[in-house]
């Protein structure tokens, strides 16, 4: 936008206005949970989404309108650096709880005992009341473990190569009880079998009262005397999403749960420092790909249905299915060689892993949108290392005839173990790796001293009254896990504190 054009549409009449008890910015897993407890004890909420409601039936099924539709910067949001790490988000009702696999993880009893010890989060993290919302989360969503009638050939083979090393691999537990296999969740579950956010608690929340406001991107927050009255932003064309016009919302409450990269510029354009953006954490993750002699057929069956926990060393293995268009993209060679691969394009696995690393990265409102800085250290890279040559072994030990490491300044193709542990006894470097995160933390933590904080124990900034943060934003670690039902539960915990000041408000 032309410098003239901001100043216009600043002094400008807002395009709309509105007036809630709650506003809630953003429609994720912190969010819509927000919304969905908050409109159910009759708090007046306005939820605000940047980008659109789609109907999951409607939605594009080829990956590049896939991509353009649902998430940021279609897919290729990254870091500055000089090895950029990509990072996935969703922008549309439902965040990127309508583009994930619906993968449920409960948090690790080592990183709630974590938060409590070292960051004062006793009663957010309460185990008996954390037991209790795991339980009403997991029947309102359907959870369950990933059945064998929709493993699917990707993930069943991946099940015999932990059976074949040795490895504590399981089925994955998802949110998706009714799933189909159509191998979709990139494009959004066509049944709606997956218990996203926009099929879930965003309609739920409706239900029960609440509002929702699409192409709706929140600036700042509206601060007057040191509390939060609501928030500023812009109005967006739906088909162009460029801003038409500003808009605000008068609230008593502001729920900021943009996610990890957008809520700490929310807050930073809002006046407020410390440590907004800083300690980002992540899982960043790889992938490698093995050709089979037989069928693997990855186009049927769950996205992601197995998973092997390696904690004690870093990281977690995943099966990950890939539609047609992003695997013709993985596979080597050119001209014959690889239009003789892409004719097996049934014959492929690809499994993934996500690296529990221990780097912080920054996070900071630029020119042209965020300024994402993150370094992995040596060690965390040592750590990939080790995932992807656990993968390479795993998909040679059930007997495949090429692995595809995907690692700069390697073979293309592996054709034996002993190529592939040749990988494994130079240490890799940073530039080597192609890097991709998906679950983000940090940037706007939760704890009990505001010197090492952001919010406190019950979401509340520090700085600001009336001012919340819900999302993985709050963390003040990454969990090596999957984040979405441990954002859920948390968020939960604190709404329900929130419903319960605004009850005793009404009441006085």
């Keep these: 936008m032309a410098l003239k054009d901001l100043f216009t549409s600043i002094l400008a009449k807002p395009v709309w206005e509105d007036r809630a008890h709650t506003v809630i910015v953003g429609t994720g897993a912190g969010g819509a949970t927000a919304a969905r407890v908050l409109a159910a004890q009759g708090v ?33 949001q990254a870091s500055g650096d000089l090895s950029p790490l990509v990072v996935l988000q969703g922008r549309c009702v439902g965040g990127s709880t309508a583009i994930n696999s ?29 037991d209790r919302i795991y339980e009403t989360i997991e029947e309102e969503l359907e959870i369950e473990e990933t059945g064998e009638r929709v493993l699917g050939g990707n993930s069943a083979l991946m099940a015999k190569a932990s059976a074949a090393l040795g490895l504590p691999g399981k089925p994955i537990t998802r949110n998706a009880a009714r799933c189909e296999a159509s191998g979709e969740c990139l494009q959004g579950c066509p049944g709606e079998n997956r218990q996203s956010m926009d099929t879930s608690y965003v ?35 739906p088909e162009t999403r460029k801003p038409i016009g500003r808009f605000q919302v008068r609230a008593e409450n502001v729920v900021v749960a943009a996610g990890v990269v957008h809520t700490p510029i ?25 050709r089979f002699d037989e069928p693997v057929r990855m186009s049927y069956g769950a996205t992601q249905g197995y998973e092997i926990p390696m904690r004690e060393r870093g990281f977690k293995i995943e099966s990950l299915s890939l539609p047609p268009e992003m695997l013709a993209a993985r596979l080597p060679g050119v001209g014959a060689e690889w239009q003789e691969r892409m004719a097996h394009l049934d014959h492929y696995a690809q499994w993934c892993a996500q690296v529990r690393m221990k780097a912080h990265g920054r996070i900071r409102p630029g020119l042209l949108g965020p300024s ?46 002993d190529e592939l542990e040749a990988l494994a006894a130079t240490p890799w470097k940073r530039t080597q790796v192609h890097l991709v995160a998906s679950h983000l933390f940090g940037t706007a933590v939760a704890g009990a001293d505001p010197s090492r904080s952001v919010v406190g124990p019950d979401l509340q900034s520090h700085e600001v009254d009336g001012l919340y943060v819900m999302d993985a934003s709050v963390f003040p670690t990454n969990m090596g896990v999957n984040p979405q039902h441990a954002i859920m539960t948390v968020v939960f915990r604190a709404a329900e504190q929130l419903a319960a000041k605004a009850g005793a408000r009404r009441a006085a």
């Design 266 to 290: 929310i807050l930073r354009k809002s006046g407020l420092g410390g440590l907004v953006g800083d300690r980002f954490q992540a899982h960043p993750g790889a992938a490698m790909l093995g």
């Design 102 to 130: 619906g993968i449920i993880w409960r948090m690790p009893e080592d990183v709630r005992e974590d938060w409590i010890a070292n960051h004062g989060l006793a009663e957010l993290v309460d185990a008996g009341e954390m």
């Design 44 to 76: 007046d909420v306005l939820m605000l989404e940047e980008g659109a409601k789609l109907v999951t039936s409607e939605r594009p099924r080829d990956v590049p309108g896939a991509l353009a539709t649902t998430m940021r910067e279609g897919g290729t």
């Design 203 to 237: 309609p739920k929340a409706i239900g029960d009262g609440a509002r929702l406001r699409t192409h709706a991107r929140v600036d700042r927050v509206w601060i007057e005397g040191g509390r939060a009255v609501g928030v500023i932003g812009q109005a967006l064309h």
């Design 372 to 417: 994402i800085s993150y370094a992995p250290l040596t060690e965390d890279i040592a750590k990939m290392q080790d995932a992807a040559i656990t993968i390479g072994r795993m998909l040679f030990a059930v007997g495949a005839r090429e692995v595809y490491p995907g690692i700069d300044g390697c073979p293309e193709v592996l054709r034996s173990v």
